[in-house]
């Protein structure tokens, strides 16, 4: 039995748009890093962009289970130093939200070129709107990464 290996011209790209309002970060960056990979494809290969287009709305609106939200820190390093600048997700929450959705979902994606191609493919919004309505993209619903709220 042969390996299949699919050609550029067959692979089909679809477009998925997100409504992350009331959803939990976590949950919802690995499925959106498993479409953007490929890997919900029968045809996926690990070495290929097989991935789909993903739109992700209201990024603002995200939830952190437990306290998270406060305990856990987002570092950075400006490589000089004493250069480490931490933020906890609160703050970059509010400063800016689709950029700390986005480097979440690519965090999941692989770290070389392949990885960074995949990331084009992802577009973050923090309100409602986005300017894709030409590519009529599909709903895509994460049932697992819906946060109950307990009474």
Request: proline share 6%.
């Amino acid at each position: 039995m042969k390996t299949f290996t699919p050609k550029k011209a067959e692979i089909e790209r679809d477009w998925f748009v997100v409504d992350a309002d009331g959803l939990t970060l976590g949950r919802m960056a690995t499925e959106i890093a498993r479409i953007l990979r490929g890997k919900h494809k029968p045809t996926f290969a690990p070495h290929m962009d097989m991935g789909d287009h993903v739109i992700v709305i209201n990024a603002s609106k995200i939830v952190l289970t437990s306290d998270k939200a406060d305990r856990k820190f987002i570092h950075t390093h400006s490589g000089y130093p004493g250069g480490l600048t931490s933020r906890s997700y609160t703050d970059s929450m509010e400063r800016k939200p689709a950029d700390t959705v986005r480097k979440s979902i690519t965090g999941m994606l692989p770290k070389n070129r392949l990885g960074n191609q995949m990331a084009t493919k992802l577009k973050v919004y923090a309100g409602a709107e986005h300017p894709h309505q030409a590519q009529s993209p599909k709903v895509l619903d994460i049932p697992g990464a819906r946060r109950e709220v307990k009474a």
